[in-house]
């Protein structure tokens, strides 16, 4: 966990110093430190950005480099969970630290006043809980835990520096057993394992209704529970057993199956076993009354099949009022946590708010507790709740309304609503007011201080001609009435590509002409992103693949997100980029090679060809940048709720310089010898079984429109032509049948097929 946390400063430009214990059978006395870092290099998801970070990076021991506790101005205690440890890591601490320096534990859930104890004034005045959730690069959830004596400036800087500049989502915990999201998260996996015993379910059975179908993570309950590993789990729910009473305590006691699981070495997935185990490319599931694995199950139930047409309070009032087994077991397993998440209000947390944000961006839950319970109905669910029975908290049975309205969320202690927290660097996309035009697959939002946004709102981003359409109707609207343009979304990704469907469909019906049409328009309607006499800045994240990407390489500026994933994948269904996307990236390679320094036009082709052929995608935008889908003037935010503030800042800063478009310049290109090396290239690979025969002819198209065609070497050549050479390849592969299968296999399977 700590070289995670040095790895995810690493990714934001932050140095740090990673200091261990002295390895006693070593002779590398950081040893121990610098195993911790190359690790880095093989976990999967990657903690770090780009493999350059590691270089700040620094391994360090607790005995020889006590001195470099001096020079740093935050100090992260990162060890085993033992009060007795930390507490005389912090006299070490304590003794070394600077005056002023922020010091922090980032402890799962160990008393922050209790290792204060026998501290410097300076020291407790500077100190707090910082508990990162795991992997640190990627889960949002940062609990800030101010003791009785840390002083309030350094409580409101670390909030303020958790959210802007390591781009997390901060919640302030109270010093309570696991503070907010564990806790909570902890009872609702024991509450659902109690259910399922008494249910007589499996594992498989209870993943199969807990994860996206109620809006969490694919790895449900018992996968994530794999993937935290039971020893940790097990950890955690002892901490708050030993800190509660009665009916709490009793259900922080551990079931048995756990405990023999961990006897017997089945801790998860850094097990190779827990409650699930792979044997070839089967998922096998664990029996826990025999303790032998089998065939994974998954629930059927009328209600399951309901609830996948329907979305928000109409699914959840679906199935957790159904009357089947699914229902029964959604009701009962959620209803505990729901009436838990209440009685603890105030305890743990000031708000409801951030109870429902911790559980989001902790746990990757899409609804919080108190989110969740609006959509059920609270009325109808708290009379259900007092018919079997239950328990309710006074001050939810004195709620006359709804936990969240009109932008207010309730507050018990003053039994009011008050206005809902706001991030002056949050742009929220709402239908409104701010709409100036739309079709069926996009927005245009006016965001003010005159900037325009164009946010795409067909299923999955997919771009047609609706899109198209309304990217040409933006920047003319732009250039007469506006600033700038900002082109971004806040859907589950930025875009993912083209409507393959409807280019399926088409190919199939053997409309070529119809194809050909919109490929034009679509290469149009980029080089008018290009061209436009006002800056069009994009704000990518998230997966933002093939037309995706093409969208946003022509742009004047490029905002990513951190977690961006760009690339060109139109191999992956026959294809080759159609929007100019080969054209952009290697105008992008040649724009990055040193002004006035002769340098290897073949080389750049290479390049870019090797980055398209192979479908390479970024694992993050910083890697985006090391791949020339960015350029280094482009910006990153580590925050994506500050994604399209940052990109609406961007897009002021260029209009208010006085921006002009980029002249028109011809492109040098490789031409016939060019494509020959290119060519050779690609038929190695093939006749090494690399790539297979369709893969060699795609390769050839894509070669051909890299190289330039049919020119000699070193030609200048306009955008023109290469938008002519793309879309002539781009139509003879459509119409290929081995195209229109691989088309076929990813609608249908999700995935490539190799032919």
Partial sequence: MGSGIAAHLANIGIPSVLLDIVSDKEENRNHLSESAIQKLFKQKPAPLASKQNEALITAGNLEDDLDKLAEADWIIEVIVERLDVKKSIFELVDAHRKKGSIVSSNTSGISINAMKEGRSDDFKKHFLGTHFFNPPRYLKLLEVIPTDETDPNVTAYMKSFGE?????GVVLAKDTPNFIANRIGTYGLLKTMHVMNEMN???????????????????????????????TFIHVAKNVYDQTTGAEQAVFDVPDVLIRMRENGWIGAKAGQGFFKKEGKAILELDSQTMEYGERKRMKAASIELAKQQKGASK????VYAKDEAGQFLWNMLAPMLLYSAQLTGEIADDIVSIDQAMKWGFGWNDGPFEIWDKIGLKESVEK????????????????????????????????????????K???????????????GARLHDI?????????????????MDIIQMINASIDEVEKNYKALVIGNQGKNFCVGANLAMILMTAQDDDMWEIDMTVKHFQQAMMKIKYSSKPVVAAPFGMTLGGGTEVCLPAAHIQAAHETYMGLVEVGVGLIPGGGGNKELYIRHLNQMAEGVDYDLQAVANKVFETIAMANVSTSAAEARDNHFLYHSDGISVNQ?????????????????GYTAPARKKIPVTGETGYATLLLGAQSMHASGFISD????????????????????GTNVDEEYLLELEREAFLQLAAMPRTQQRMQHMLVKGKPLRN
Avoid: C
């Fill in 694 to 713: 369709h893969d060699l002819t795609i390769a050839k198209k894509l070669a051909w429109v890299i190289a330039g065609g049919n020119v000699p070497f």
């Fill in 201 to 231: 379910l499996s594992p498989g059975e209870v993943d199969s209704v807990t994860g996206p179908l109620i809006g969490r993570p694919k790895s449900a309950t018992f996968r994530t529970l794999d993937v935290v590993g039971l020893d």
């Fill in 641 to 657: 709720d500050h994604l399209l503030y940052d990109a609406k800042k961007a897009a002021l800063h260029l209009a208010d310089r």
């Fill in 316 to 319: 959840w009032k679906t199935l």
């Fill in 385 to 424: 709740m007092e018919a079997e029975g239950q328990t309710i908290p006074e001050w939810v049975k004195e709620l006359d309304g709804p936990f969240y309205q009109n932008s207010q969320y309730y507050d018990p202690a003053s039994k009011s609503y008050k206005p809902m927290p706001q991030d002056e």
């Fill in 164 to 168: 802007n500049v390591l781009g997390k």
């Fill in 448 to 464: 003010g201080d005159g900037v325009a946004l164009l946010q795409f709102t067909s299923p999955n981003n997919a771009i047609g």
């Fill in 426 to 440: 949050s742009i929220y996309l709402r239908k409104g007011t701010t709409i100036i035009k739309e079709n069926s």
